[in-house]
Nanobody, 125 residues
Framework: QVQLVESGGGLVQAGGSLRVSCAAS????????MGWFRQAPGKEREFVGA????????YYADSVEGRFTISRDVPKNTVYLQMNSLKPEDTAVYYC??????????????????WGQGTQVTVSS
């Protein structure tokens, strides 16, 4: 079984930065895509960004383009989401997800086979 564990969430002031991590463990850690999503209270889960594990190409939602950066540490099976210039509207629970194969749109939640438990990010104004 595969486990994804996020860490690094917290409280930050608007304009600040935060980095959240997602560590994968278990058997058969071979994924084509690692994604980040977020869900604010009363809203649907939305795509933040994704990374193709082989090659390292990244993709971002328009709302975070230029402010957020996804990177990976291959030996550690870990993906990072660096968030800069944070805004109050970035407040949400952030989830990482993994997909063995890219079958649908990279921003589609149904694309992903495994999900982490989420980590809270709160941006104060």
């Amino acid at each position: 079984q595969v486990q994804l564990v996020e860490s690094g969430g917290g409280l930050v002031q608007a304009g600040g930065s935060l980095r959240v991590s997602c560590a994968a463990s278990g058997r058969s850690l071979s994924f084509e895509v690692m994604g980040w999503f977020r869900q604010a209270p009363g809203k649907e889960r939305e795509f933040v960004g994704a990374l193709r594990w082989f090659g390292g190409s990244t993709y971002y939602a328009d709302s975070v383009e230029g402010r957020f950066t996804i990177s990976r540490d291959v030996p550690k099976n870990t993906v990072y989401l660096q968030m800069n210039s944070l805004k109050p509207e970035d407040t949400a629970v952030y989830y990482c997800a993994a997909a063995r194969y890219l079958r649908r749109s990279i921003s589609d939640t149904h694309q992903y086979d495994y999900w982490g438990q989420g980590t809270q990010v709160t941006v104060s104004s």
